[in-house]
């Protein structure tokens, strides 16, 4: 059996500077990762190959990016019954608020959860993939817990900070 993994699929090699947030988070979690770039208009044949394989070789869950018409999400999400997660992109001349309509609409019974635009929203798909495998892997579920108290201590000694900045002004 293969070691299960996360496929992030981007509609353009374009949506990679903000996809690298979702690897980069991944990664710290241990958790394996394939990339690739397909397109739900311009490759419809070959997502549907590629996402069948993937889920047969173990994906537990699939993140794909897209901007403008942003329907990579949603072409995915009616191929698997594996979770998706979309992050609209932030191009075009809407900034990615298209990409967020297309990528949240979705019909009932063919979900895709959809985070935020851009950088934030491409770091909270890689945290929302690790959650969803936590689920049924206590050892992930420990590095989840593990890397929210760290934030939270960040967030403590930033704030120790002002507030020693503050008392010294």
Do not use: W
Not at 22 to 32: A, H, Q, R, W
Not at 80 to 104: E, K, N
Not at 128 to 145: F, H, I, N, S, T
């Amino acid at each position: 059996m293969t070691k299960p993994f996360v496929a992030i699929l981007m509609g353009s090699d374009s949506d990679l500077p903000v996809m690298q947030n979702t690897i980069d988070v991944l990664k710290s979690f241990n958790i394996t990762v394939e990339v690739k770039v397909t397109s739900a208009h311009r490759t419809p044949a070959a997502t549907h190959s590629y996402v069948t394989d993937a889920e047969a070789r173990g994906c537990k869950v699939f993140i794909c990016a897209a901007g403008l018409a942003a329907h990579l999400a949603g072409a995915v999400a009616g191929i698997t019954t594996r979770p998706v997660i979309g992050v609209p992109v932030d191009a075009g001349p809407l900034q990615g608020h298209d990409a967020l309509l297309s990528t949240v609409m979705m019909p009932a019974g063919v979900p895709v959860a959809t985070v935020a635009i851009g950088k934030a929203g491409a770091k909270n798909a890689a945290y929302l993939a690790a959650q969803m495998l936590a689920v049924a892997d206590d050892e992930m579920a420990a590095a989840v817990k593990a890397d929210r108290q760290a934030n939270a201590e960040a967030v403590i000694a930033k704030d120790k900070a002002l507030q020693e900045k503050l008392k010294n002004a």
